[in-house]
């Protein structure tokens, strides 16, 4: 597996990916009504060019050099995406592209990341030492749906009184 920086000839993929992944992955925790309204149809390729820029975006390729998975860190670290193909679930796909994220958010000095996980995703960022901070519950065109919001310190906090 590679893992690359995002490419704009990578958009079009990934939002077929973001699509299949939440439709694929997804039906093991959420409803189909759920579902159709996180992802009713794949976006539109100028989301991911858009989404590109001033963040850290990264894909993985397998072997072959087909896109298998992607994520992306904000410069507060904020990670936004982190989706495999969901034929790619499992595999480490998503466990070697959170490893890079991470690596990123440390050489830019990020004191601490931070998610909204599906069910899906909970146990990666538990496995990597995220906390449940809170359950969060919110309607999506009037169908209600939850995610968790999970944070890591990478750092410790400055001690006040020290420079």
Not at 139 to 155: D, F, P, Q
Request: charged content about 25%; glycine content about 8%.
């Amino acid at each position: 597996m590679l893992i690359r920086p995002f490419r704009s000839t990578d958009a079009p993929l990934l939002a077929a990916l973001y699509h299949a992944s939440v439709h694929g992955a997804g039906r093991r925790y959420y409803t189909s009504a759920q579902l159709a309204v996180w992802s009713p149809a794949p976006a539109d390729p100028a989301r991911y060019l858009q989404q590109a820029v001033g963040r850290t975006f990264l894909v993985a390729e397998d072997a072959s050099g087909r896109v298998i998975g992607y994520g992306d860190l904000e410069p507060d670290g904020h990670i936004d995406h982190l989706y495999c193909h969901p034929d790619a679930i499992g595999t480490g796909v998503g466990a070697a592209l959170y490893r890079a994220l991470e690596e990123a958010a440390k050489r830019d000095g990020i004191a601490q990341l931070y998610v909204e996980a599906s069910e899906n995703a909970r146990p990666l960022f538990e496995r990597r030492g995220f906390a449940l901070d809170a359950r969060n519950d919110f309607e999506r065109n009037g169908v209600a749906i939850h995610n968790y919001r999970m944070s890591k310190r990478l750092r410790p906090p400055p001690v006040e009184g020290r420079t």
